[in-house]
């Protein structure tokens, strides 16, 4: 607070003058204003210093902004102070309120009213509008000083003071402690606010991972054992929850298997729950024993209504494979083809067929082919994040890299190791091709999927 000594008076005579009772009055009454201002200037930081404590330790955000309007009224030597917070669609409400209770003066019920009436009057979000407003129903004689609350450069309110004092001033020292004040206050609601956020993201972080569990669960644990082939599959999605889908099911109690994979457009938890979506439909389609073409295209009816709302589609490669003649019946729906790497000529071949994307258009047929698999052969499904798998300089792995990384895999891996078969061993190389073109340092920004068929070698 500001104070300024009075003058000093003139002297009577220019010669010394003798020390009189009035001299010690004076030397009094200055050693009891020194006194004074230290224990103002005492009493304004333990009140400031009360509020920092208060804004580190109060985890309830209005226990703090209770102490608000109390503290700026102490520290101004003001007659009371109120609180008012502005919501985002423009909406003024008071927060918090402190007001002597002096009968002669006012009392705090008369105050609450007189604000209410102004917040509920003023326009949305117009300052002088308010001051207006709360300064016309405290009344004349109230003295009213404002200043903004501000969080990340957005007005989040306004906090008052008021005095009935005919003398008081509203001076500097004063306008600090009340901006001060403020500030704190906008640390508080800034810290709330990123605390209800913190909040938000660590719930649906478990509700990812919630997610990412049963997506995990609904993919195969463990490759089925089929006679006459050796199987392996990897699962890398870029976020928690993936679109990426394959699956293993036995059609006729085994005697042929479906192997299929699809890519559901998109990421995440959407693209999640629609690949959770199709692996239910499509299992409910093989159980008809149709052929792979009817298959996709009754998936495609039943589909087409729930993705065209969405706004998302499905890229799916069916097949079924028949253990005893080695056939391999398929057929695609714009996903990427799968790839026979031929063992008596080491060759890599595309198997596809034409069909458009699930859920693109009401009515889609589908084309089928059938290929006789030879002891050795090997066909790898896979989605096209391995493909589309960039390094840094935006080069991306592309499908003659895949190729030549099969054609590599599948020479080297002829004579496998006993600790690991053939399936194995030629996806891992896969993923360690894709891994060191975009580096190790770069992670993958798309799902990544990869299935292996081997068909095993007649022994002796």
Known sequence: MSISLPPRRPSRSQEPRPETSSGKVVIKDLKDLITELTQEQTKIQELLSFLGFALRSYSNLNQFLELIPLIATRVTDADGGALILFKSSGEMYL???????????????????AIDRATQQASSGSAAALDDMISRFLGGDVKLFGTAIIVKNAVRGRLYVFSHKPNYAWGENRQKLMRLV????????????LAAELLKKERQDRELEIGAEIQ????????PAIAGVELAAKCLTANRVGGDYYDFIPVKKGDRWSLVIADVMGKGVPAGLIMTMTRGMLRAEVLNGHSPGRILEHL?????????????????FYSEYDPESRMLAYSNAAHTPALLWRSQTNTVHALDTLGSLIGLEAGSKYEEAKIMLEPGDVVLYY???????????GDRFDEENL??????????????????????TI??????????????????NDDMTLLVLCIKEISG
């Open 300 to 316: 495609n009816q039943v589909m087409y209504d729930d993705l065209e709302k969405s706004n998302r589609f499905v890229t799916m």
């Open 216 to 223: 995990r669960q609904l993919l195969p644990r463990n490759c």
């Open 427 to 444: 996806r891992d190389h896969i993923f360690e091709s894709v891994q060191k073109f975009i580096g190790n340092s770069h992670g993958h």
């Open 383 to 393: 989605t096209d994040g391995l493909t589309e798998a960039a390094n840094q300089e």
């Open 403 to 424: 190729r030549a990384s099969m054609q590599y895999a599948c020479e080297k891996a002829m004579s496998p190791s006993p600790q690991q078969d053939r399936s194995s």
């Open 95 to 113: 927060e918090s309120l402190h007001c002597i209770d002096d009968p002669a003066v006012m009392r705090p019920q008369q105050v609450r009213s």
């Open 182 to 193: 403020a500030d704190q206050t906008a640390v508080g609601l800034e810290n709330n606010a």
